[in-house]
């Protein structure tokens, strides 16, 4: 049996440095993660209050009615101001759809998708698709519900979830 | 041999008496950097979030404004102070005007005519809390961007 002080001492030696070792390893798998999310959280959120915002306005502008479809191509990526970014992948799209409840039923049509940035997220309308037209709510005959719906990521914002495969994207809409 | 073994021993376990607060304070700056770092990177946030809220709560308020260019431009430059917790500066705002085919219309006779787009810009210049790597630096400006359009009849100037 090892005698109690020669083992205590080498207790002492194993421990030496242990300190360092342990910052390392907290520094690399909790606190830099937890950096990364806090930036890309961060920075997606205020991305999403600018696509909200971009969202409301392409909305109502649209049911305006004030702004023809060549106009709102023209003006929305004026307006998108950052969002209109020129990096490659960055970008989306601005879907605007008219759904009405006429007494056939419903129908919809819809705009042209309008392009915001450079590449980025594509999507279809969840209301207003080929064949298939879902209301936000049930209307009543004569009814028209205006929708805008935008579709917009920003890949160099995603470090920490695009890695997990989770990243959609921003995802926006409005009904008027 | 002067001492004795038990002697020995003692002295050597002296030498060791503190390492680990010498060891602790060594980790503090790198630790301290990486807290400051987080607060900063938060705090940036809080601020370019904030600013953004504000810029759109002042587009809002112009965009139903039915007065003149210059009484909006004043409206939007204290709606845009107060949502931003006096974050930004009246100097740092800027309020612009766009016809629909988004040309500028500062220069027009009534530059908020409905139906044009308004446009409200926000600078914070941001230093860092941390005391560290900043010097001989310039701030980081923050940068916020609204735009929408004027749906209010404006009055005449």
């Known amino acids: 049996m090892r005698p109690p002080i020669q083992y205590a001492r080498l207790q002492e030696r194993f421990r030496r440095g242990s300190a360092l070792i342990e910052f ?14 806090l930036a890309s959280v961060g920075m997606n959120m205020v991305t ?17 009615g004030q702004w023809d479809a060549g106009q709102l191509q023209t003006m929305l990526p004026a307006m998108a101001g950052t969002l209109n970014s020129t990096s490659p992948g960055v970008g989306g799209v601005v879907i605007l759809s008219e759904i009405q409840n006429t007494s056939n039923g419903y129908t919809c049509t819809q705009l042209t998708p309008i392009t915001i940035g450079n590449g980025g997220a594509t999507g279809a309308s969840k209301y207003c698709q ?24 920003n890949p160099n914002l995603a470090w920490v979830f695009a890695r997990a495969g989770t990243s959609n994207g921003i995802y926006e809409v409005a009904v008027f | 041999m002067i001492f004795g073994r038990r002697a020995h021993r003692r002295l050597q376990y002296g030498s060791r008496r503190g390492s680990e607060f010498v060891e602790g304070m060594i980790m503090m700056l790198p630790f301290l950097a990486l807290v400051f770092i987080i607060i900063d990177a938060s705090y940036g946030l809080f601020i370019n979030a904030t600013l953004q809220y504000a810029v759109q709560a002042g587009v809002t308020a112009a965009s139903t404004d039915s007065d003149t260019a210059v009484n909006v431009q004043a409206l939007v430059t204290s709606t845009v102070i107060t949502q931003s917790l006096n974050l930004a500066q009246p100097g740092n705002i800027v309020v612009s005007f766009y ?4 040309n500028p219309a500062g220069g027009n006779a009534v530059p908020n005519q409905t139906g044009n787009v308004v446009e409200v810009n926000v600078t914070y210049p941001f230093s860092p809390l941390a005391p560290l790597f900043r010097e001989g630096l310039p701030p980081i400006t923050l940068t916020a961007t609204a735009a929408t359009v004027l749906t209010a009849p404006p009055v005449a100037n």
């Open chain 1, 130 to 153: 080929a064949g298939a037209v879902n209301p936000p709510f049930n209307m009543v005959v004569g009814q028209t519900a205006f929708i805008a719906e935008t579709y917009y990521i």
């Open chain 1, 24 to 37: 390392t390893l907290v520094g690399t798998f909790i606190f830099l993660p937890l950096l990364a999310g």
């Open chain 2, 99 to 102: 016809t629909p085919d988004m």
């Open chain 1, 48 to 64: 999403a209050m600018q696509a909200a915002n971009l969202n409301t306005t392409a909305g109502q502008m649209f049911s305006s």
